[in-house]
C-alpha cells in the first residue's frame, strides 16, 4: 500500500518515467514534466529521496537509485499494456466499440438481453 500511495501521488510516475534513461538537472527535468510547478517539483524530489527512488548527485542532477530502477522495470508491463489499450481506443477492434469498453452484445452471454 505505501508503494501505491508514494506513486499515486500527482507527477511521482512521471518523474520515474523521465528519469528512466539517466540523470537530469532539476530545470530539464522540470520542462520534460510539462513545466510543473517547482514547489511540486521539489515536494516529489523530495518524497522520492525519502523512499530512496531517486538520489540527487554532487552535481544536483537527479538519478534513479537501484532501487528505483527496479521499480521502473516493474512498471514495464504496465507501460506496455497502456500502449495497447491506447491503440484500442484509437481503432478499436471488431468486438470493441470506439469507448474502448466491452461490447455487450458480442458476447455470447449477454446478447440479446434487455
Same mark, same amino acid.
Given at each position: 500500500m505505501a508503494a501505491l500511495d508514494l506513486f499515486g501521488r500527482r507527477w511521482s510516475l512521471r518523474i520515474l518515467w523521465e528519469l528512466r534513461d539517466g540523470p537530469l538537472g532539476f530545470r530539464p527535468l522540470q520542462k520534460r514534466c510539462d513545466d510543473m510547478s517547482s514547489s511540486v517539483m521539489r515536494q516529489r524530489l523530495t518524497e522520492l529521496q525519502d523512499a530512496f527512488?531517486?538520489?540527487?548527485?554532487?552535481?544536483?542532477?537527479?538519478? +534513479?537509485? *537501484? #532501487?528505483?530502477?527496479?521499480?521502473?522495470?516493474? +512498471?514495464? *508491463? #504496465?507501460v506496455h499494456w497502456a500502449d495497447h489499450w491506447a491503440a484500442v481506443l484509437e481503432t478499436g477492434p471488431a468486438d470493441t466499440p470506439a469507448t474502448g469498453l466491452p461490447n455487450p452484445a458480442s458476447r455470447p452471454d449477454t446478447a440479446g438481453r434487455d
Open positions: 527512488v531517486v538520489r540527487q548527485l554532487p552535481d544536483s542532477r537527479y538519478e +534513479l537509485t *537501484p #532501487l528505483g530502477r527496479e521499480a521502473y522495470q516493474a +512498471l514495464r *508491463p #504496465l
